[in-house]
């Protein structure tokens, strides 16, 4: 019997012994269910513009039957210390799912590893992470116990590099939350074991039960190409001046030279300066008041 | 001209065909909206929903750190309230910052300052003005308490981390906040921070970042690329996180322009100032 979902935000914790997971022939449950399939972290990267909460809860629905909730958003630094709040606050929490004891499968689900990742140190996360997902059986117990899921979101412009990247290699699958046009798209990268990594990406849109919508592809703003082209548009055809030019005016046009192109003829000319070419000279008569001085022909020199 | 002079905010958040989220008596919880602006200055934001809460008889709680206690007084005159009578009946609670920080060294070590972060070598937490806060926003027990959904404003948070404190620090104070005022009392959170933009200042990303990610409205004051102009002060995007009816995923985000009046803001659509047409 499904209990009522609290909504909110950083620092919860659920454990949900689920139900083996439904085989549907719809593809709508593909994207889930592959995620649901593979034991060990799933992990949720999201971004301030595309949230991946409601991704976290559609996985949440999907895998569970029974949930059971932790909440340590109220106080989880215990700041209020009236003894409600867990002694190790969430640390604690997650170390004692570590000792689990019952052989049924389980999905653990966090919201979120970024809160974890800001008050922890990264290796402390990871090694309980890697504890938490990797739990093969009890201590004593010889039959073999079914995988835990690990569902973690992850707030990608918070952290650095270093601590998403090292978050991401214990990842059995990641998946990157972006979008375009308001319609949101999952990128999601498998990593089997003894097997190549492979991806995928899928659109889809969250219903307000948390079901998955899934869409076939982007949205059709994007897929839509240019315009065929069009004719070019005469610019000269409505102008108030003229700029066609007639037959005759063509023809002298043509037969213009122009006055520094160096041709043949001009070549001619210039090699056999003609009578009628003569290099232009100055011809200068001084009068009275000249003073030709060719040292000082300007006379402006103070000496 | 998209959205009237008068009341312009309002009327912006409702004519963009998304019911008014800020006033409605929530029926699960409150709301964060957070408040940011890169080159320009958001705190006409601050100072509207200042007036417009006080307006709606809200009982507020004003955390004030950078302005003194009459500059508030004085823009909410020409806005329309009166915060020294707000405060005189009890429907504000008003922390001065500027003020009360020297009061801090003042004072016995006893009795808890809201701001002893102030006076400790290496900054601890903020439990202390967490727990101002729920001191005051906490409902009353005689029947004065006709006030309507309690609010938490303010201005701003990017001094507290100039003034020492980490923004995991100041992260799990707003987290407290909202566990309290939203969650348990239904109340909203108003609060103001700063976008270095290429200042690169990491603790003031992880902070606004962080931020973000909690809050449900993030309204975005930017200043215009091309740089100042005298009749466009800049402009505002809207973008809806977290969509109660998480239907028409279209209309997330929005975004406007503004003019800066002396008695409300003007906004309208880009390129459709009155000034530029």
Redesign the interface.
């Known amino acids: 019997m499904p209990r009522p979902f609290h909504p909110e935000g950083a620092g919860q914790l659920s454990v949900t012994p689920s139900e083996s997971v439904r085989r549907g022939a719809e593809r709508e449950l593909e994207m889930l269910e592959s995620l649901l399939a593979l034991g060990g972290l799933v992990l949720l990267r999201d971004s301030v513009e595309w949230e991946g909460r409601s991704l976290l809860k559609a996985l949440i629905k999907k895998s569970a039957a029974w949930l059971v909730y932790h909440d340590l958003f109220r106080d989880p630094l215990n700041w209020s210390k009236t003894g409600e709040a867990l002694p190790e606050g969430p640390l604690g929490a997650l170390r004692a799912m570590c000792r689990r004891t019952n052989p049924g499968p389980v999905t653990i689900a966090l919201d979120s590893l970024s809160w974890l990742l800001l008050h922890l140190p990264c290796t402390t996360l990871c090694q309980t992470l890697h504890a938490l997902s990797h739990q093969d059986s009890c201590p004593g117990n010889s039959t073999p116990v079914e995988p835990v899921h690990v569902l973690g979101l992850l707030h990608e412009e918070l952290h650095g590099p270093g601590p998403v990247g090292a978050l991401s290699s214990l990842a059995q699958a990641e998946v990157t939350l972006s979008g375009a046009m308001g319609q949101a798209s999952a990128h999601i990268l498998y990593r089997r074991p003894r097997q190549r990594p492979t991806h995928q990406t899928q659109w889809f849109s969250i219903l307000p039960d948390f079901s998955l919508d899934l869409q076939r592809g982007p949205p059709l703003e994007l897929q839509r190409h240019a315009d065929p082209h069009t004719p070019p548009v005469d610019p000269t055809t409505q102008l108030t001046f003229n700029l066609h030019l007639s037959k005759e005016e063509k023809e002298a046009k043509d037969s213009l030279t122009l006055p520094f192109q160096f041709s043949s003829e001009k070549q001619q000319a210039l090699l056999r300066p003609g009578p009628s070419q003569a290099t232009s000279r100055i011809f200068y008569e001084p009068d009275a008041y000249d003073d030709l001085d060719q040292e000082d022909p300007d006379d402006d020199l103070d000496v | 001209m998209l959205a009237p002079a008068e009341g312009g905010l309002l009327d912006l958040l409702e004519s963009s065909q998304r019911p008014c989220v800020l006033l409605k008596v929530p029926r ?2 409150g709301k964060l909206t957070l408040l940011c602006d890169a080159k320009t200055d958001g705190s006409f934001l601050v100072h509207h929903f200042l007036s417009f809460y006080l307006k709606a008889n809200c009982k507020v709680c004003f955390v004030a750190l950078i302005q003194s206690f009459s500059h508030y007084n004085i823009v909410g005159q020409k806005l329309g309230v009166s915060l020294t009578t707000a405060r005189e009946r009890g429907q504000l609670v008003f922390l001065e910052g500027l003020k009360s920080s020297v009061d801090v060294f003042f004072r016995s070590q006893e009795e808890p300052h809201p701001l002893q972060f102030l006076r400790e070598a290496n900054t601890g ?1 903020l ?1 202390p003005l ?1 727990e101002f806060v729920r001191e005051a926003l906490k409902p009353g027990d005689n029947a004065e308490a006709a006030w309507r959904c309690p609010v938490l404003l303010v201005d701003d948070l990017s001094v507290l981390l100039s003034l020492g404190v980490g923004a ?1 620090a100041v ?2 104070f707003i ?2 906040c ?2 309290t005022v939203c ?1 348990e009392l239904k109340g909203n959170i108003v609060t103001l921070v700063h976008d270095s933009g290429d200042a690169e200042d990491e603790e003031n ?2 902070l606004l ?2 931020l ?3 809050s449900h409205l ?1 309204l975005r004051a930017e200043g215009l690329a091309t740089g100042f102009c005298r009749d466009v002060h800049g402009q505002l995007r809207i ?1 809806w ?2 969509p109660s ?6 209309d ?2 929005l975004t406007y322009q503004y003019k800066i009046q002396d008695k409300s803001v003007s906004f309208f659509a880009k390129g459709m100032s009155p000034a530029v047409l």
């Not at chain 2, 009816?245 to 279209?250: E, F, G, P, V």
């Open positions: 699960k919880h937490n439990q967490f995991v992260l799990d987290h407290y909202r566990a969650c990303d992880v970042n962080g973000s990610h909690q993030i973008l996180r977290r009816q998480l239907t028409a995923q279209r997330r985000s």
